[in-house]
């Protein structure tokens, strides 16, 4: 087994691109400088990507701060201003001038101001051999005294200090937050969701996975609340378009946030995902989501209420299935515990090394000792504390409502938030079904005191409970809360059966959490010990740190691939595909607008036309081409990439990274060089429905385009 990083394996940080990578970046076709990328000094391509919400990626496109991210990533603020008047999820939306830009409350978006490494700052005063307990104390009183220090040289910005390769190095991240985001457009479901859960995670792909939003700031540029006083960011970098097209071999680069991987995963871990942590996800999702498609599918209104849970549940159920199934047949483990054999023949054949001898057997112990209890607080967390929505409500109510309650203007509105996304008898369906399996698959010693009522006073019976639960809590429906709300009792709020059943899953959850707690310094200093021996075990590999939610960039070239014995996927779709994968019987998933439908018959393609596989004479002659809807390529991306912007050499955008492919689903594990593929929506692709499909070409009339 080869055990080096491939060529275009590895999610790099920044500061380390020159000493790295730039000469392989440069042999693959990269045209630009390394100070053109990330620049310590001043402003770069780094300063056009940002971390959009709470896990995705965006980039500025105009000097207005126009944002374009993926549909997927915009779908839960596009959601939240969604009604069945105003189905934006359905129908779609474009904001034909400013003044039609809809804010969107919560929406936030992070610039990446400064990257500095500070690990001898941070691991002063310790040692690799320091005890974990010891060591944590220190680097915890190191890290707040960095933290204090940096936000006093850095007044009204973000200071994150995070930790790489297990603890052994640790980056500073200086941030900006701004607040008042707005949308500006996205296509309808049809399109920005193209394929459902049939295509996610395959290919080919056809789905134009984008939607845009806009960045504002007070009026000297600085972050701001909403504010009509508020003017579009003025960005000192944004990326320019190529509408060029690309061919295979052609460079790729990505720059964005990946969220998390686990590229140093032991036996032990693998084992613990493959027996316990994903069979339960995907049994305890894939149950919920049965319920949740049948509802969404009786009616409009829950459809847009649920829409966005639902997406967010099965995208990594899904995901789970997928990484399961790759990591088997690809032999992943097979491969790891060779590697980790390696590993302990080079610690045992040197007395110097001693102290990497004990890091697998400390893993493995520490491993044994956390599964069940890990998995019991897998199952309260899948299904009373994410799925159950109920006992979220009265919780919230419990610790917010007494605020609001002397107003009845402001009781009402947080009562109307509470219940905007909320439907009682999906939630009472579901509450049934989580009850059930908790009752079926929960050891008995895990049980929250909850369970123990349903068996003593129910007879184990978790629809009889269910009932009793809706029928009895003040919490089950929007109603119910607001009169109870006008004569309100916060005693007999505290008693509510809802809130019980919150409470005392919550308070198992906790300890069990601090049963895991007793192996934790074990399995990190382990861990620490194992990734440290590892790269003093291969001195002439270059290594990256896992994900972990910090700008990285990955780059790589265009390319198909193949998965199998006489299959061959191409590296790019079309149009074509999409009228082809129209289908009747299955209308959530595959249906085409009429306009794209008259668009394609008319092949009105404007300057968004690609002529690949076309001859010189064929196109003279009057070959109308095609419209380039995804392609793949060859980049090291995950979760958090989502909505990354894809540049070629010159660091212009060709796309946005929008999935991975289903045969490389263990890449969090293992870089599969052969197999792993990144699918990206075509930036032309985006274009031709911004401006031939929706009429908004005024949107381009702001962005830099390469023609």
């Known amino acids: 087994v080869n055990f080096h990083a491939w060529a275009d394996e590895g999610m790099w940080l920044l500061p380390y691109l020159q000493k790295v990578n730039y000469a392989d970046m440069k042999a693959k076709g990269l045209k630009i400088k390394p100070e053109d990328i990330y620049n310590a000094q001043g402003s770069s391509l780094k300063d056009a990507i940002v971390i959009f919400g709470r896990g995705c990626t965006g980039e500025i496109v105009s000097p207005d701060g126009l944002i374009f991210t993926n549909h997927h990533c915009g779908y839960g603020n596009i959601q939240q201003l969604s009604t069945v008047e105003h189905d934006y999820l359905k129908n779609g939306f474009w904001a034909m001038n400013r003044g039609e830009e809809i804010p969107v409350p919560g929406l936030t978006v992070h610039f990446v101001r400064k990257i500095e490494e500070v690990t001898a700052i941070v691991t002063a005063g310790t040692t690799i051999d320091t005890p974990e307990k010891e060591r944590n104390e220190a680097i915890s009183k190191n890290q707040k005294e960095l933290t204090a220090k940096m936000q006093e040289e850095n007044p009204g910005k973000k200071i994150e200090v995070k930790s790489f390769f297990g603890g052994n190095e640790f980056f500073a991240f200086v941030l900006d937050e701004y607040k008042d985001i707005r949308f500006v457009g996205a296509p309808p479901t049809s399109i920005g969701k193209f394929g459902g859960e049939t295509d996610n995670w395959m290919w080919p792909?056809?789905?134009?996975?984008?939607s845009i939003f806009r960045v504002y700031s007070a009026p000297d540029g600085s972050p701001a609340e909403y504010s009509k006083a508020n003017v579009p960011y003025k960005a000192p970098v944004h990326l320019k378009i190529s509408a060029k097209g690309y061919k295979p071999g052609d460079f790729t680069m990505i720059m964005g946030f990946p969220g998390s991987t686990t590229r140093f995963m032991t036996t032990y871990e693998i084992d613990e995902m493959l027996d316990v942590a994903n069979p339960n996800r995907i049994?305890?999702?894939?149950?919920?989501?049965a319920i949740l498609k049948?509802?969404?599918?009786?009616?409009?209104?829950?459809?847009?209420?649920?829409?966005?849970?639902?997406a967010q549940s099965s995208n990594y159920w899904k995901n789970s299935i997928g990484k399961s199934t790759s990591i088997r047949k690809l032999g992943i483990r097979e491969q790891t515990q060779e590697l980790q054999d390696m590993f302990q023949a080079w610690a045992e054949a040197d007395p110097a090394r001693a102290r990497y001898t004990k890091a697998l057997p400390t893993v493995a112990e520490a491993k044994a000792g956390m599964v069940g209890p890990a998995g019991d607080a897998?199952?309260?967390?899948?299904?009373?504390?994410?799925?159950?929505?109920?006992?979220g409500i009265a919780a919230l109510s419990f610790r917010d409502l007494p605020k609001v309650v002397e107003s009845a203007e402001e009781r009402a509105a947080f009562i109307e938030e509470l219940y905007k996304d909320y439907d009682e008898k999906t939630d009472r369906r579901v509450a049934k079904r989580m009850v059930e399996i908790l009752l079926d698959r929960l050891p008995k010693d895990s049980w929250p005191e909850f369970l123990t009522t349903v068996e003593?006073?129910?007879g184990g019976n978790a629809g009889a409970y269910t009932d009793w639960l809706y029928e009895t809590s003040v919490f089950s429906n929007k109603e119910k809360l607001t009169?109870?709300?006008?004569?309100?009792?916060?005693?007999?709020?505290?008693?509510?059966p809802a809130l019980t059943l919150y409470r005392t899953t919550v308070a198992k959850y906790i300890a069990i959490r601090q049963e895991l707690n007793k192996y934790t310094d074990d399995y990190n200093t382990g861990r620490r010990l194992y990734i440290d021996g590892l790269q003093k075990m291969q001195p002439d590999k270059m290594f990256y740190p896992d994900a972990n939610f910090t700008i990285r960039l990955t780059y790589g070239t265009v390319e198909p691939y193949s998965p199998a014995d006489a299959v061959y996927y191409d590296y790019y779709t079309t149009l074509k595909g999409i009228m082809e994968k129209e289908d009747p019987q299955n209308p959530t998933e595959f249906t085409v607008p009429g306009k794209l439908k008259e668009l394609y018959g008319a092949k009105d393609y404007g300057r968004y036309a690609d002529y690949t596989g076309l001859t010189k004479k064929q196109v003279k002659n009057g070959a109308k081409g095609h419209v380039t809807t995804c392609f793949l390529s060859t980049n090291d991306i995950t979760g958090g990439n989502s909505g990354s912007p894809v540049l070629n050499g010159n660091g212009e955008l060709i796309g946005l990274a929008f999935d991975g492919n289903w045969e490389a689903m263990s890449g969090d594990v293992v870089f599969e060089p052969e197999l792993q593929r990144c699918i990206n929506v075509d930036v032309r692709y985006v274009l031709f429905v911004i401006d031939k499909f929706a009429g908004a070409g005024h949107l381009l009339d702001e962005m830099t385009i390469v023609w």
């Open 205 to 210: 792909r056809h789905t134009g996975d984008f």
């Open 283 to 289: 049994y305890v999702r894939g149950e919920r989501q």
């Open 294 to 310: 049948e509802e969404m599918e009786a009616s409009d209104r829950v459809r847009i209420q649920y829409a966005s849970k639902y």
């Open 378 to 391: 897998q199952y309260l967390a899948e299904t009373v504390l994410t799925s159950i929505e109920i006992g």
């Open 456 to 458: 003593e006073q129910f």
């Open 483 to 496: 009169a109870f709300a006008e004569d309100f009792d916060k005693d007999k709020l505290a008693e509510d």
